[in-house]
Structure formats: structure tokens, C-alpha cells
């Protein structure tokens, strides 16, 4: 009698491509621009490489800088509109340490960066994640201008995650974040979830 599943395992894999491009284990990145140049990076070679959007992101040890978990957008080759890269960052990091949530116990502060601001399911996502801090490149605008959808979040998105006790930071290496989603628009790449808003 074989072991036939009704239905397909729900998993995401990352690239492996990562080993290549990751530092090793002892490397701490002090900066937040340190940080935030790793995660440009990933996202650019995510767009180089074809293995999904322009997007990444990556989880590290606040006090420290020592990388917990990074995430590229694999929308396309998952076949999966949630597989964001912030998405993919956190799920990795919750696999890492062992828990949902990324404060419990004696668990150190953690930090999301994120080469673009959170969509409105990202940021949805973030204070479940235990998180303590969201540090961003490019900005909203600079997504929606090459053509995706980020969805509806409060106008003071900000606020609200700050309220509870999430610190955010903006515009870190913005430029170079905002270049990868242009040079992503410019070679032609498929942008998924583009605007669907109707007009009345």
C-alpha cells in the first residue's frame, strides 16, 4: 500500500544559491546599513538569479547583528502569493529558534529588515511575529511605482506598530533597495498582483 497524499506538501524552499552568497555563521553585522546592504543584495540576486521577486529580507539578533534567518521573495517558483520575503524571513526564523514567536522566553530581541515596507499582508504579520524592531530600504511608493499592488494599511502605519512596542526604521540605503525594483521592471520580470482596484 503506497503513501499517497490528497494533497501537495505546503513548502517553501529557499535558493540555494544562499550558501554561496551568505557570510559564515561568526560574521556580526553592526550597522543597520550593514544589515540592510546584506539584504539589498539578496534581493538583487534574487533578480539576477531568477528564483523570484525583488524583494528580501532577513532576521537578526538585535544586540549583536549575528543574522538568525534570511528571505527572498519566492512568489513565483512557490506558486504562492503569501511567500514574501518578510513572510519567508520569519518562518525561517520561528523554525531557527523553535517557537511562533520570536520574544518568548529567553529568546534575544530580534530585528526584520526588509529591502522594501511591508504590503499590507507582511505588516498584517509582523506584530505576531514577536519581532522588535522593522528597519526598511525602499518605500512603498517604490514598489507600486514599477507596478505592485502593496494593498491597504492604516495612514499611519507606523504609529500603529510603534503602539505596540515595534520600533520602526525607514529609508535605510533606500536608493540602492529602490534600484533593484526598477532594474526588475526594466528587464522585463513578471509583476505579480499587480493593481486590482475598481473603479466605480
Known amino acids: 500500500m503506497t503513501d499517497q497524499r490528497r494533497f501537495p506538501m505546503a513548502r517553501l524552499e529557499l535558493p540555494r544559491w544562499l550558501d554561496e552568497v551568505l557570510p559564515d555563521e561568526e560574521t556580526l ?3 543597520d546599513e550593514d544589515r540592510m546592504a546584506l539584504v539589498v543584495e539578496l534581493s538583487r540576486q534574487n533578480l539576477e538569479r531568477g528564483t523570484g521577486g525583488p524583494f528580501a529580507a532577513a532576521v537578526f539578533e538585535r544586540e549583536n547583528g549575528r ?3 534570511p528571505g527572498v521573495n519566492l512568489v513565483e ?6 511567500a ?3 513572510m519567508v524571513a520569519l518562518m525561517v ?3 531557527m529558534v523553535g517557537s511562533f514567536d520570536l520574544s518568548l522566553g529567553d529568546l534575544p530581541e530580534f530585528d526584520l529588515f526588509a529591502s522594501t515596507e511591508p504590503c499590507a499582508m507582511c505588516f498584517g504579520a509582523v506584530p505576531w511575529s514577536g519581532i522588535r524592531r522593522l528597519v526598511c530600504g525602499a518605500r512603498k511608493a517604490d514598489a ?4 505592485f499592488d502593496e494593498g491597504a494599511k492604516p495612514e499611519d502605519w507606523v504609529g500603529s506598530l510603534e503602539t505596540r512596542g515595534i520600533e520602526v526604521r525607514r529609508d535605510v540605503l533606500r536608493g540602492p533597495a529602490a534600484q533593484v525594483l526598477r532594474a526588475y ?3 522585463g520580470r513578471t509583476v ?3 493593481s486590482r482596484a475598481i473603479s466605480v
Open 29 to 31: 553585522f553592526a550597522l
Open 93 to 95: 526564523a520561528q523554525q
Open 77 to 82: 517558483p512557490a506558486h504562492c502569493s503569501v
Open 192 to 194: 505579480y498582483n499587480p
Open 144 to 147: 507600486e511605482a514599477v507596478g
Open 67 to 69: 543574522l538568525l534567518a
Open 185 to 187: 521592471r526594466d528587464a
Open 84 to 86: 514574501h520575503a518578510e
